[in-house]
């Protein structure tokens, strides 16, 4: 089975979490919940601290301060109408897979988050992967009707993987 998403570790910490592992987990059950076939598909992670991703979210959203999660599209996937599921992308042969594009997830952020939220690192990681690999296939929360498809895939993603209800 050809790897799914290509894990670079910036942080250390990230290692010791696994985060290779349970990002592949993660978006290949995102892919699989939207009726894609993981196989054919790359994404680029990087597992980094706050200092990384508040520089990333200052440069791209204007917003100076550590977030828990970025992600960055290939290509725009938007749906035609609000509420509506994207244009999902075709899968690329194996061994020229579809680049879905980028995400970056920080450290600090999500344990502090998981923390206050009393779940484990592992959990809360698995939900942000699979909201940052659903944002690459163009689904979004901006609009109430995007919002609650988009929760509506992840609460049902999430529960086949063992994960409870995040909202």
Same mark, same amino acid.
């Given at each position: 089975?050809?790897?799914?998403?290509?894990?670079?570790?910036?942080?250390?910490?990230?290692?010791?979490?696994?985060?290779?592992?349970?990002?592949?987990?993660?978006? %290949?059950? +995102?892919? @699989? $919940?939207?009726?894609?076939?993981?196989?054919?598909?790359?994404?680029?992670?990087?597992?980094?601290?706050?200092?990384? /991703?508040?520089?990333?979210?200052?440069?791209? %959203?204007?917003?100076?301060?550590?977030?828990?999660?970025?992600?960055?599209?290939? *290509?725009?996937?938007?749906? +035609?109408?609000? $509420? $509506? =599921?994207?244009?999902?992308?075709?899968?690329?042969?194996?061994?020229?897979?579809?680049?879905?594009?980028? /995400?970056? /997830? +920080?450290?600090?952020?999500?344990?502090? *988050? +998981?923390? *206050?939220? $009393?779940?484990?690192?592992?959990?809360?990681?698995?939900?942000?992967?699979?909201?940052?690999?659903?944002?690459?296939?163009?689904?979004?929360?901006?609009?109430? *009707?995007?919002?609650?498809?988009?929760?509506?895939?992840?609460? %049902? @993603?999430?529960? =086949?993987?063992?994960? =409870?209800?995040?909202?």
């Amino acid at each position: 089975m050809a790897e799914l998403v290509d894990t670079l570790i910036e942080d250390a910490r990230w290692a010791g979490a696994d985060l290779p592992a349970v990002a592949e987990r993660a978006a %290949r059950a +995102a892919l @699989t $919940g939207v009726g894609l076939r993981p196989e054919g598909f790359l994404i680029s992670l990087m597992g980094c601290d706050d200092a990384r /991703i508040a520089g990333l979210n200052a440069d791209f %959203r204007g917003k100076p301060q550590p977030t828990n999660v970025l992600s960055w599209p290939s *290509e725009d996937h938007v749906a +035609a109408v609000v $509420g $509506g =599921s994207p244009d999902v992308p075709a899968p690329g042969p194996d061994a020229d897979p579809h680049s879905l594009g980028d /995400i970056a /997830i +920080a450290w600090e952020t999500c344990q502090r *988050e +998981a923390a *206050e939220q $009393g779940k484990t690192l592992v959990d809360h990681v698995t939900h942000l992967v699979v909201h940052a690999v659903l944002h690459l296939l163009g689904y979004d929360h901006v609009e109430d *009707e995007d919002a609650a498809l988009m929760e509506a895939i992840e609460v %049902r @993603t999430l529960a =086949s993987l063992g994960v =409870s209800d995040p909202y």
